[in-house]
């Protein structure tokens, strides 16, 4: 009888996914609302479960596919608490746009559940596992608002070049099994270590699987499918695919390239690099002649990607805690900036363009302050969080003594700057477009106002989360 | 004991910002921004003086205390905390005792000023920002009251905003000090780099190792400094620069241009003896840095006499005052140079009551002239203002030192250290200090025989109105009085020759077999005060202070045409008085003018064509270029995607695995 204590939140998840699914088909049209709750009801009880379970060293079980360690827990509380607030953000904007089904929430949940399979894989099987089912209901997410052609022409892109960087990493992952004879990521670990001459074909190994886990991450030059989808998808969507995803795409770096082949570090440390440089550069340079708001962020995202990774190329536990800080501040960050684009986003009307926030602070002021407070975290301006996390990874690069590679991402990144600050001075200094109010539920006000007020509270006490994202790395 | 000093150093702070954001809303308005800062100080100083009751029965012990901790920068810890030992005590009950009298006075010294809620605002802010300097137990906080009241200074310099001078006098005020801080700056890092700390217990114990290993600093290229010394004169020169010691003591002559109450308040009583305190906090450093106290020495007793100079030539009543707070800023300097620190401090708490109860009272003198300063055009307002001239009188004696009056028992045993310092200045700086007697009593009495006796000057429209002010003012003014009076004869013999000052910083401020005043110490022990005061018949400054005002006597009210006279025969010294020895021409036309051609030469060639031009816009439209050509490689087409992939693919490959 294997040990299913740990693997409780991920079937817990996945019954009640089930449940939902089968009690949308029998709901009316006006009791949709049932569907929101369970879900929502569902994500908090799956985060409570983590907690209940948490182990405070590795903990192997189902032969090895799943590992329940404090890294996990960590991931998969943030995993489930971000998409309850994405799902409160997008609420009101699916009801709107008459798309408040419960396939949304179905989907989102199967993604979630992909993502914790990711977070606990400790086998290349599990991990693969994880990825295509959330890239499967990501695709399907895309394509949600099927009547809109560039939704669709999204998804369609999104999927072709999905399948191909899966079928890259597939065969990555099988020339490492060729040259270990496992799956098991421990197992592949030791493997590696062996004193004598590691054959070529592991380094065209490690080449593949950088450039799936690349992809995943939307870094350069695997981003392409980046923006268009970003700008195609419904903007709940986008919230969506933008945020929580970007947690369990840290925890595949992580187990593949760290759990599992930390000894070919010096392998796939100089392709990150590549990655990293051109990332920030291509993203912050793109990002300024945008003006879509949806577009602009998803090259903004792009940098952040490089900036992650830089954490990783550091090679060490205080990298890969900065890594991990950095994966969670950039989630809580793009949440509330696509928050308030879903907040003034309004039945017939999706603010997309940059110019839909110009006067904000005359229409609201503040929604403008916080929105302020998320601009200057994204810039890295103390003393929002956004600092804290941009310095920690610069720190950790710099005490490995790659100084140039901080030096190139520092001045991206304040090249970066200039179109955060350019929204802020719209927000301030320029007249509005549309003077119409801006009305909110409840709801969406509290978890608006308190995700920008995180990012300052965050920005000035870091230290617990600093903390904790050590203690689950195994440092401190 | 926590909850107490925080009540102490936070309840100005709640009045100042009740009295600042809420002050002209109809709930506070005018009267209520006076009751709460009013209040707010008033509970401050009750405490305060509480806290030296405790200490000097006994039954409060000194005391470290961290509230928090602000920052952790890698192997440093930057915390908030508070120092409250008897040094602390004196200042704390000072400084809140001051501002209490200060507050009143400006009910009525600002009764019809627009600005009233955001003047108590001001003071109130002082108030708090004066106590976190003197209670903080690190340098760090140490800096932020410091450059806390800095500011509150710079912005009641600048009260009257619209006027010119003003806003050229907390402008200069500001930038003076600014040339001071760099050097308390340099001094902090040095000690942050030396010590590894900012706290104080722990910088105390670290300079003796630094000190025991005669560690050196080369800043200049072969001369070698040792860092103790270098530490020392780094801060003195902070304080340089708040205290107002030659050559930074420029701005406070023009900081008068400010209203009285805070000429009082801060360039008199408190803020600029800020540097004296800080001086005294550091005395173990400070006594392992001889070569820095010879250079505190020498700069006081500069001070003290050139300062008391100028005083004389001057006419704006205030102004004298103001040379007279230089001069008397500089006999301080010159206790700390002998390292008769705890006769610093006692000058300093002398000093605070009797030169703030000369301002308030030039102040209630200014109100009753219609707010007109020339002393040339005052005189006999003694019949006008009977407690306006009683006090004055009593703050004037105890200036110039005529016992039993405060200032004698504190001038005096300054002097005295003077005389029986080992330092190898002390020679120089006792002629300068005894002479400097004279001055003081000379421009003390000309002031007061100008202002209050002799004939009227004022025009008749002004003389008509001449009255004594309000009862917020001359209160202040009596309740002032008593201790300029009689603090001297109290306290003397516990704060200096007992054992008030026992604390574990503060062992260089008692008294023993080394320290210059012991002499005096004994004399007091056998004879009491008593002893002292007659004994100091038989010494030059108690004859010196009285020929100063009998010779300002004779040549203002005896033989007034005789000073004219005098005045055409030492024109050229007079001359240099009145051009106050050129420091502001050499400020003004060398280093500010100077500053401002390099200044313009550096911002048309290097800002405008090398660095906006080139750099800056040059890399924006660079940027801007590449982003627009980079742009169009997202064409929108699948197998455009595809295909990149595949370039990233082989790229990988061919540089990682294939080379």
């Not at chain 2, 008085?577 to 280093?591: P, R, S, T, V």
Request: aromatic share 12%.
């Amino acid at each position: 009888m294997p040990n299913f204590i740990p693997v409780l939140p991920e079937i817990f998840l996945l019954s009640m996914t089930c449940l939902i699914l089968v009690a949308d088909l029998y709901l009316g049209k006006d009791r949709k609302g049932i569907v929101y709750l369970l879900t929502q009801v569902t994500l908090v009880v799956t985060a409570i479960i983590v907690w209940a379970v948490k182990s405070t060293e590795k903990e192997v079980v189902m032969w090895g596919q799943f590992v329940n360690d404090p890294m996990s827990t960590l991931l998969n509380v943030f995993i489930c608490l971000c998409a309850a607030i994405v799902f409160i953000y997008s609420k009101d904007y699916l009801e709107d746009r008459e798309m408040n089904k419960g396939e949304y929430y179905v989907l989102g949940l199967f993604a979630i559940l992909g993502m914790m399979v990711m977070v606990s894989a400790h086998t290349m099987l599990s991990v693969y596992m994880g990825l295509e089912l959330l890239s499967l209901s990501m695709y399907a997410m895309v394509a949600f608002n099927r009547d809109n052609a560039a939704s669709s022409e999204a998804a369609v892109k999104y999927f072709v070049l999905g399948a191909i960087a899966s079928s890259m990493l597939l065969y990555g992952m099988s020339l490492i099994y060729g040259v270990t004879g496992s799956l098991n990521l421990a197992e592949i670990a030791q493997a590696l270590t062996q004193p004598q001459e590691l054959p070529t074909i592991l380094s065209l190994g490690v080449v593949f699987i950088v450039v799936g886990i690349a992809f995943k991450l939307g870094a350069v030059p695997f981003h392409m499918w980046v923006p268009d989808v970003y700008q195609g998808a419904p903007t709940a969507v986008t919230l969506f695919i933008g945020s929580v995803p970007k947690i369990a795409a840290f925890a595949l770096v992580m187990r593949l390239l760290v759990d599992g082949m930390s000894a070919l570090a010096t392998d796939w440390q100089p392709m990150l690099m590549l990655l990293v440089v051109a990332s920030v550069a291509i993203g912050n340079v793109v990002a300024i002649a945008q003006t879509n708001i949806k577009r602009m962020l998803a090259y903004s995202t792009i940098s952040h990607i490089g900036f992650l990774l830089l954490g990783v190329i550091a090679a060490n536990e205080a990298g890969y805690s900065a890594s991990m800080f950095y994966t969670i501040v950039y989630t809580l960050m793009t949440m509330g900036v696509f928050g308030l684009l879903l907040i003034l986003s309004r039945k017939g009307f999706e603010a997309e363009n940059i110019n839909d926030l110009k006067g904000l602070n005359d229409r609201n002021p503040w929604y403008a302050l916080l929105m302020l407070i998320l601009m200057f975290s994204m810039a890295g301006v103390p003393p929002t969080v956004g600092f804290y996390a941009k310095f920690a990874v610069l720190q950790a690069v710099i005490n490995e003594g790659f100084v140039w590679l901080a030096i190139v991402a520092v001045l991206f990144s304040v090249i970066g700057a200039f179109y955060y600050l350019r929204i802020i001075k719209m927000m301030y200094f320029d007249a509005p477009e549309d003077t119409s109010e801006i009305s909110v539920k409840l709801d969406t006000h509290v978890v608006f106002s308190l995700n920008g007020l995180v990012i300052l509270m965050l920005g000035l006490f870091p230290e617990k989360l600093i903390i904790w994202c050590q203690n689950s790395i195994g440092i401190g | 004991m926590k909850g107490l000093y925080l009540t102490i150093a936070l309840s100005p702070l709640l009045g100042a910002i009740i009295a600042g954001f809420f002050g002209k809303t109809q709930i506070i308005g005018r009267k209520g921004s006076h009751i709460v800062t009013i209040a707010g100080v008033a509970l401050s100083c009750v405490l305060s003086l509480y806290v030296l009751y405790g200490f000097m029965m006994g039954n409060i012990e000194s005391q470290s205390m961290d509230l928090y901790t602000w920052l952790l920068s890698g192997q440093y810890e930057f915390k908030i905390g508070f120092l409250v030992d008897p040094l602390t005590a004196v200042m704390m009950s000072v400084v809140t005792f001051v501002s209490l009298m200060v507050h009143v006075y400006t009910i009525g010294y600002m009764h019809d000023d627009p600005g009233y809620q955001r003047f108590f605002s001001y003071i109130a802010l002082f108030t708090f920002s004066m106590l976190m300097l003197v209670m903080s137990n690190n340098f760090l906080q140490l800096f932020f009251g410091w450059e806390a009241v800095g500011l509150v200074s710079y912005l009641l310099i600048g009260f009257w905003f619209t006027r010119e001078t003003a806003v050229f006098a907390n402008m200069k005020a500001f930038l003076i000090n600014r040339v001071g801080d760099f050097g308390f700056l340099l001094g902090i890092a040095a000690i942050l780099y030396y010590c590894g700390s900012l706290d104080y217990g722990v910088v105390f114990s670290k300079i003796v190792d630094v000190y025991n290993a005669q560690t050196t600093i080369e800043i200049i290229p072969g001369m070698e400094w040792y860092v103790v010394n270098t530490i020392g004169i780094l801060l003195f020169i902070g304080a340089m620069g708040k205290s107002a010691q030659i050559p930074l003591h420029v701005w406070l002559p023009d900081s008068m241009e400010g209203p009285t109450p805070i000429s009082a308040l801060i360039h008199a009583a408190t803020m600029v003896t800020a540097g004296i305190f800080m001086v005294s906090r550091m005395s173990p450093i400070y006594e392992l840095a001889p070569a820095a106290l010879g250079f505190i020495l020498i700069v006081g007793a500069l001070t003290a006499f050139l300062m008391g100079l100028i005083g004389i030539v001057q006419t704006d009543i205030k102004r004298v005052v103001a040379y007279s707070t230089l001069s008397q800023l500089g006999y301080m300097t010159v206790a700390l140079g002998v390292s008769a620190y705890n006769v610093a401090i006692f000058h300093l708490m002398t000093h605070a009551f009797f030169k703030a109860l000369l301002f308030l009272a030039a102040g209630s003198v200014i109100i009753a002239m219609h707010h007109e300063q020339d002393m040339r055009k005052m005189g006999g307002l003694k019949k006008y203002m009977p407690i306006t001239y009683i006090t004055s009188l009593v703050g004037s004696l105890a200036l110039i030192g005529i016992p039993p009056f405060s200032g004698f028992f504190s001038k005096d045993s300054i002097i005295d250290a003077v005389h029986h310092s080992s330092s190898s200045f002390a020679g120089v700086a006792y002629i300068l200090v005894v002479a400097g007697v004279f001055i003081t009593a000379f421009y003390s009495f000309r002031m007061f025989f100008l202002v209050f006796h002799g004939e009227e000057r004022m025009d008749e429209h002004t003389k008509s109105h001449l009255h004594e002010t309000p009862k917020v003012v001359t209160l202040p003014l009596i309740l002032l009085a008593i201790p300029s009076a009689v603090i001297g004869i109290l306290v003397i013999e516990p704060m200096l020759f007992g054992d008030y000052f026992t604390g574990p910083y503060l062992k260089a401020l008692l008294v023993d077999a080394t320290s210059p005043i012991h002499a005096l110490g004994e004399l007091i022990h056998e004879h009491g005060v008593m002893g002292m005061i007659v004994t100091s018949f038989s010494h030059p400054p108690v004859w010196l202070a009285i020929s100063g005002v009998v010779a300002a006597w004779y040549l203002y009210l005896k033989n007034p045409a005789l000073t004219g006279k005098l005045r055409e025969k030492f024109s050229a010294a007079h001359f240099v008085l009145e051009k106050k020895f050129w420091f502001d021409e050499l400020y003004i036309d060398g280093f500010a003018k100077g500053g401002r051609k390099i200044g313009a030469i550096l911002w048309k060639v290097g800002d405008i064509k090398l660095i906006d031009g080139l750099m800056v816009n040059g890399s924006a439209k660079a940027v801007g270029w590449f982003s627009l050509i980079v742009r169009h490689i997202q064409t929108g087409y699948l197998f455009h995607y595809a295909f990149s992939m595949i370039i990233g693919l082989v790229l990988l490959i061919t540089l990682f695995v294939i080379l």
